[in-house]
């Protein structure tokens, strides 16, 4: 089947106006023979010395790559845009599209290669095709460009394609120079528009004198004498046949002239007769009669010359005039024959009119139908609506009466949690004293700890294997990582005299405290003392990495260690009959347990000396806290640490450690600093009994706030999710917020999605995710019971679901 090849531009009026006179002219309703239509495009690519932005054109280099791809993305979307919108307009005709590459080459010569390359027989050009890749800014240019182009094509187009012209929706047929141009009405009839004829008075004097010079260079189906001008030449024509009857009249008084002429010859010959030289005359009679032959004889021969010049003149004029009327008579008929073909142009489209009336009222009926269903459609969704929205007033009632009740359940909650850690401090209170009274009472070097030989130090630790030796951010230790009785330990050598160390060893023994890092015995041989091990390092090894460990310390967790530093400093300082000195008290040495719990260690055991040794401790204690809340050391900083105010420290706060309640890091800044500047006080702040009861009551806070924080976005969470709308709030997992596929039981009483409570173990997190409260332990033990609850809820709930469809 045949195509339809038409080449739009990027006005896309124009383009609508050529495609429907296209449409309209070869695509019928009724017409098999045509295979679609195949919209030809200029694609302007984005130049590598100029780009065109919203100001126009500018130099590539002026700006960056990127927005040369922006500006190359941008055109490649608009002018996809653009023939989307061609595409649409065909409508239900099959449209394709081929894009033409702007370069160097003018496109009108692009277009010629195309129609032979593609074959095209019917070609439709719209003028602004042309018109919008002519490079000149000129309008006169540019129209001149658009009419070069347009008659390059028209001239070196292959004999089978038919080209077909339009602008502004009209057709349009090229002729040379000083011709007419003809277009189309609104009817789609044939008319012709007259050309501005600039021709001066010379040139038509000059036609009318030498009309075979005006014809010669003519091709012989373009005359200079075209239908257009035959009303130019009327009165020339009129002028002619006047001269016509003058000539004829003037005729008639020459043969009257002739006759007197011939009756004179007569006469003449009579007197010649007379005057014969023969004749009896004088000399000087027969001269003068010679003359006057003489003269008539050139008289007469002028007069001849003048008549043959005006018959050869009247010649050429009657030639002129009869052509003149041949042609006049041709264009007429060609005027006749295409107004008959417009005429049947026009019965055509009218009739191509009434079946798309009648399609459009078709079109109606069935849109009416469809409306009427619409409205049924609307209707029944409407009732739905209501009885949905019915549905939900009944659910947010049953979720504010779940609420009310889990709101009631948390106060009660709050109240045994209350209860618990009252009872929780007695039995602390309780361990303490006992652990005062075993170490009053111990005054040997045994004190229960055990003491091991060397060949248990050495089997414990691989012989003194360097990947045994357990190293610090800063620096490599004399501390292995041992196996002893099933158990990991700290295995430290001491290098210390005999004496001294077994001094250090019986203190050690002296001391148990939750946060002071325990001696599980001592091997006097190699003078080495056995610890417990610490999972999680130190504090500073933690505060120093990048790594996922060091992003989740939180605020809290710095708060609680805090705490929990001054309860064993506190538990030192305690020490009767005189208190016991750290005196190394540093980042480096404050170990964490695999639940993140702060414990002393590297402790030097002086005896207080006096109340200097006991400030010293508590300065240092206020820079672990300035470390904890900024995130870096602070020892070099220790003079200006004292004149520091919370203004300088809000500054510098650490972004690690999360957003801080309001109040609450100032409040933990001011003892930090309170703690640095001890020494400027009395005696009575030498004490870390104040320092622990603030920070106690901090962390307090702390966990009341996580609390709340942690109830608030429960409620967000059931108000927000529609899918776990209507699940049972037992069925839902506190940490993933998810209905659990395999429910486990902690140590804590509530239960957990298995992989949500082994992450939140493994993190580090030794505390309940929903109390904050220490677990006694990491058991897990599976809940069946909950897990068959479950699965017995989601088939009810199926079933439901597919009886309600």
């Not at 104040?690 to 969470?717: D, F, P, Q, Y």
Request: net charge negative; proline share 3%.
């Amino acid at each position: 089947m045949e195509k339809i090849y038409v080449a739009v531009g990027n006005d896309l009026q124009e383009g609508f106006k050529t495609l429907e006179w296209a449409l309209r002219k070869w695509l019928p309703a009724d017409n098999p023979m045509i295979g679609g239509v195949v919209l030809v495009h200029v694609v302007r690519n984005v130049s590598n010395e100029f780009v065109y932005g919203p100001f126009g054109k500018f130099p590539a280099s002026s700006v960056s790559d990127k927005m040369v791809e922006v500006l190359k993305k941008q055109l490649q979307d608009e002018t996809e845009s653009l023939l989307h919108k061609y595409i649409a307009f065909c409508g239900q005709v099959k449209a394709e599209v081929v894009k033409i590459e702007k370069y160097d080459e003018p496109i009108y010569k692009l277009l010629v290669d195309l129609i032979s390359g593609l074959h095209m027989t019917k070609l439709v050009l719209d003028l602004t095709f042309i018109k919008a890749t002519a490079s000149s800014s000129s309008s006169s240019r540019k129209s001149r460009g658009v009419i070069r182009g347009s008659f390059y094509i028209h001239h070196h187009k292959p004999e089978f394609c038919e080209l077909y012209i339009v602008c502004g929706g009209k057709l349009v047929h090229l002729r040379e120079e000083d011709a007419e141009g003809v277009t189309e009405d609104d009817q789609g009839m044939m008319i012709t528009a007259k050309m501005r004829d600039k021709r001066s008075f010379k040139g038509w004097l000059e036609k009318m004198m030498f009309p075979d010079s005006y014809r010669a260079p003519l091709p012989t189906n373009q005359l200079d004498d075209t239908p257009n001008k035959w009303e130019d030449h009327v009165q020339e024509i009129e002028s002619y046949f006047q001269q016509l009857l003058s000539l004829k009249a003037d005729e008639v008084s020459n043969r009257d002239d002739d006759t007197g002429s011939g009756q004179n010859n007569h006469t003449d010959s009579a007197s010649l007769a007379r005057d014969d030289p023969n004749s009896d005359m004088s000399a000087a009679d027969k001269i003068e009669t010679l003359k006057r032959r003489i003269e008539e004889a050139h008289q007469t021969i002028e007069r001849k010359l003048t008549e043959a010049k005006i018959h050869a003149e009247g010649r050429l004029k009657a030639e002129r005039a009869i052509r003149l009327c041949n042609q006049q008579i041709e264009d007429l008929g060609t005027c006749l024959k295409e107004e008959r073909s417009s005429q049947a142009s026009l019965q055509k489209d009218l009739e191509m009119e009434r079946e798309q009336l009648q399609e459009v009222v078709t079109d109606t009926i069935e849109s009416k139908r469809r409306l009427n269903s619409l409205a049924q459609v609307q209707i029944e969704l409407s009732n739905k609506l209501r009885m949905s929205m019915l549905s939900k007033a009944q659910g947010e009632a049953r979720l504010e009466k779940a609420l009310l009740m889990r709101v009631e359940l948390v106060r009660e909650i709050e109240e045994l949690r209350r209860q618990r850690d009252v009872l929780r401090r007695r039995i602390e209170f309780c361990k303490e004293r006992d652990a005062i009274g075993m170490v009053t009472g111990l005054n040997e070097v045994k004190f229960g700890n055990r003491e091991y030989t060397t060949e248990n130090i050495r089997l414990a630790t691989d012989n003194f294997s360097d990947r045994r030796r357990i190293k610090s951010a800063r620096h490599q230790r004399n501390i292995y990582r041992g196996r002893i009785d099933h158990a990991t330990t700290a295995i430290k050598i001491c290098n210390l005299a005999l004496e001294a160390f077994e001094r250090k060893v019986r203190l050690l023994s002296q001391i148990r405290h939750p946060h002071v890092v325990a001696m599980v015995g001592f091997c006097r041989e190699l003078k080495c003392i056995i610890f417990e091990y610490m999972h999680n390092g130190s504090l500073q090894d933690i505060l120093n990495s990048s790594s996922k460990r060091s992003r989740d310390f939180m605020w809290h967790d710095r708060l609680r260690i805090a705490h929990e530093i001054s309860l064993g400093l506190g538990f030192l300082h305690s020490a009767k009959p005189r208190p016991i000195i750290h005196g190394r008290l540093s980042p480096s040495n404050i170990l964490l347990d695999h639940n993140l719990i702060a414990k002393l260690g590297g402790l030097g055991l002086l005896k207080c000396a006096s109340e200097n040794d006991v400030k010293s401790d508590i300065q240092a204690f206020g820079l672990v806290m300035l470390h904890l809340l900024t995130g870096s050391s602070c020892a070099e900083l220790f003079e200006e640490a004292r004149e520091m105010d919370w203004g300088v420290l809000a500054r510098v706060l650490d972004e690690r450690a999360g957003e801080w309640p309001e109040g609450l890091a100032e409040r933990f800044g001011e003892v930090a600093i309170r703690s640095i500047s001890i020494g400027n006080n009395g005696p009575g702040d030498s004490r870390m009994a104040a320092v622990i009861e603030e920070l106690g009551e901090m962390r307090r806070e702390a966990e009341a706030h996580l609390a709340i924080r942690m109830t608030a976005e429960e409620t967000s969470n059931l108000h927000g999710s529609d899918d776990l709308r209507g699940v049972p709030s037992g069925f839902l997992c506190p940490i993933f917020r998810d209905i659990m596929k395999n429910p486990h039981v902690a140590a804590d009483g509530f239960s957990y999605e298995l992989e949500a409570i082994q992450e939140w173990l493994w993190t580090g997190h030794g505390t309940s995710p929903m109390t904050n409260l220490r677990l006694d332990h990491k058991f897990l033990t599976p809940n069946h019971i909950l897990r068959s609850l479950i699965r017995d809820w989601q088939s009810q709930r199926s079933d439901t679901m597919s009886l309600e469809d």
